[in-house]
């Protein structure tokens, strides 16, 4: 569902309003979301799926990708609106695999099961002498059970899965009561809560440790990173991509999981695409070159041992003999196509770049899925984006900030191109003394700092526009991105 949510937030773009119906659809199922029992909303994540119409009873497994997929949406449902519940909950997602869902040497752990104590769902669920009696008695909590519509009889098996039906400002107004100090009540019984909960036995956690679900919780992390200027997701991002580079990456290529030590199984076009993905935005994140180093090495990869006749890329390398067939995959699913994402690199790759070779492979891609994107568009959202950009390449930006020797206004910069919804930007970093970038693009050679004072540079097809140096003047160019 992520995939049409992110079409629906990208298509007011194209006609240039910020009100249309499909935002309204974004904003609508979002909000409805976070209210439901799919949601946790004492230790953030969401389930895997909800079993009922009205989104109050999950499936109580938690899945990494669902989870990176859904901060996704949630942080550009955030830079579109700025609406701050949204920055909220991208948060709570990102803290709890933080706190729940990460080893200790980098690298974030798969998922959760629905079940403990033989029963699915009881680590989640409340009855409501239990609320009441943590919270202090039946008046302490009386807000509480209201707004969280916790009953005796419970809505599954007896007992209580947290769900809002009103908004908080709803609620409020019904209680003529303050919104923000409602929030900040139950905010602390939240966390009484929590504690109690922590205390009960954990559903079984699958802790191997994926490359391709990897990538997608990295490129969630880092983007967060830099807009809400956390250093512990950018921390959390930087160091998964090294695990993954430590474990899970020789002589031969990427492999796809790793648990106890071991690592097995060739990575396929997942692994390559959504890695590939999450290095470019640790690039453009300011986090170091390497990683474009490393995503151009993936990418050679992919384009000699994945790349089907027709132009768009296996899901396997052909190594493995036992596999009859090799298929070219489109369509988005539980997780997006690998051809898609990997459609996205190659246009990211043409921007940061330069070379026409991304782009004529990116075409291949497109041309590949075009058929199939015709006769059902709702199955390759990712493709329609991709579509897009393809023919809106001359204008698109390729922005590069010539840093000074001082690195000045760089968090300032950062911040500002991440809180801003621009999904076709590509972002340079130029540091004075870094020789890998002019090797691996040597026209950023010439974009210098004038007069040792960090320059913003912003490009559409090589045309640049008139070099920045005054923070204002970079803010305000920033803004009409």
């Known amino acids: 569902m992520s995939d049409c949510l992110s079409v629906c937030l990208f298509a007011p773009l194209l006609h240039g309003k910020k009100d249309s119906r499909p935002l309204f659809l974004v904003e609508r199922t979002l909000e409805m979301m ?30 990494l990708y669902d989870n990176a997929l859904l901060a996704d949406c949630y942080f550009e449902a955030w830079q579109a609106t700025q609406n701050p519940q949204y920055k909220k909950v991208c948060e709570e997602i990102l803290h709890y695999v933080l706190r729940d869902m990460s080893h200790f040497r980098g690298g974030f752990y798969s998922a959760e099961d629905a079940d403990s104590e033989g029963h699915e769902g009881r680590f989640y669920t409340w009855t409501l002498e239990e609320v009441e009696e943590l919270l202090g008695g039946e008046n302490e909590s009386e807000l509480f059970v209201h707004y969280f519509d916790i009953t005796p009889e419970g809505n599954f098996e007896g007992r209580n899965v947290l769900h809002t039906p009103l908004s908080l400002e709803e609620f409020a107004k019904k209680m003529g009561m303050d919104a923000q100090q409602l929030d900040l009540l139950f905010t602390e019984q939240k966390h009484i809560l929590w504690k109690a909960r922590e205390k009960r036995v954990h559903p079984f956690k699958d802790d191997k440790i994926l490359t391709a679900w990897n990538g997608l919780m990295i490129q969630a992390m880092a983007e967060a990173g830099c807009a809400f200027c956390d250093q512990r997701f950018l921390s959390a991002a930087q160091n998964s991509a090294k695990f993954i580079k430590a474990k899970l990456w020789n002589e031969h290529g990427l492999l796809r999981r790793w648990r106890d030590d071991e690592a097995m199984f060739s990575a396929g076009l997942d692994e390559y695409a959504f890695l590939i993905r999450s290095l470019l935005t640790l690039f453009e994140a300011g986090c170091g070159t390497e990683w474009l180093q490393w995503a151009l090495e993936l990418n050679e990869i992919l384009k000699n041992q994945f790349k089907a006749l027709n132009g768009a890329y296996y899901q396997t390398n052909g190594q493995d003999l036992s596999l009859v067939i090799r298929k070219c995959q489109f369509s988005d699913g539980a997780e997006p196509s690998g051809n898609a994402i990997q459609c996205e690199n190659l246009l990211r790759l043409y921007q940061l770049t330069h070379d026409y070779s991304y782009l004529e492979d990116a075409n291949d891609i497109l041309r590949g899925v075009w058929k199939f994107m015709e006769h059902y568009p709702p199955g390759y959202c990712y493709h329609m984006m991709n579509l897009h950009k393809y023919y809106a390449k001359d204008q698109l930006p390729t922005i590069t900030i010539a840093l000074n020797s001082k690195d000045s206004h760089f968090q300032e910069l950062r911040q500002n191109f991440y809180q801003k919804f621009i999904p076709h930007k590509a972002i340079i970093w130029r540091r004075p003394d870094d020789e890998l970038l002019f090797n691996l693009l040597p026209f950023a050679q010439e974009q210098i700092p004038l007069n040792d004072q960090t320059t913003l540079y912003i490009c559409y097809d090589r045309r640049c526009d008139h070099p920045l140096v005054n923070l204002s003047e970079m803010l305000e160019a920033i803004a009409k991105l």
């Open 34 to 63: 976070r209210r439901g029992g799919i949601y946790d909303h004492l230790g953030g994540g969401f389930s895997r799926y909800s079993v009922d119409e009205a989104w109050q009873i999950p499936h109580f497994e938690k899945m």
